[in-house]
């Protein structure tokens, strides 16, 4: 009986590729597999998925924020700048001079701006829920 001799392993791709059969073609299976597994790159996907949709509601709550109504209260002062269609109101101080006009009253739960009657410039705004209307007098 003779002893098995060790096997040589190749060490170059012409050595790999003139050895004995069943070693070039694991060798060639291992270096053509893909890198990643389609579940690693179906994860990664989903990962990258869901970090672009967190930032996106992250800068519309943002953006709403800044922009959103001011809910002010009667006394306080605020700056009406923009259209008539698509006014922007910003709370500033009364010695400001920005200041445009004064909160008389605040009318919660309407979007009805008839409320505030003669002599106010009125205002409604929505905040979710919640609507109310401004009753502004210009400052002078």
Known sequence: MSTPQNPQ????PEAVAAAPFPYAEAT????????KSKRKKVLS?????????????VKVAISDAIN????AKAGEC????GSANNPSVDTVGCGDSKATHTVSKVVDNTFDVNVCGDGFDALAQQM???????????KK
């Open 78 to 81: 605020v700056s009406v700048t």
């Open 28 to 35: 060639q299976a291992a270096a053509s597999a893909p890198r």
């Open 68 to 71: 959103g109504p001011v809910h």
């Open 9 to 12: 392993v190749p060490s170059s």
């Open 45 to 57: 996907l989903l990962g990258t998925l869901a970090v672009i949709i967190v930032l996106a509601v």
């Open 128 to 138: 979710d829920d919640d609507e109310f209307v401004l009753c502004l007098t210009p």
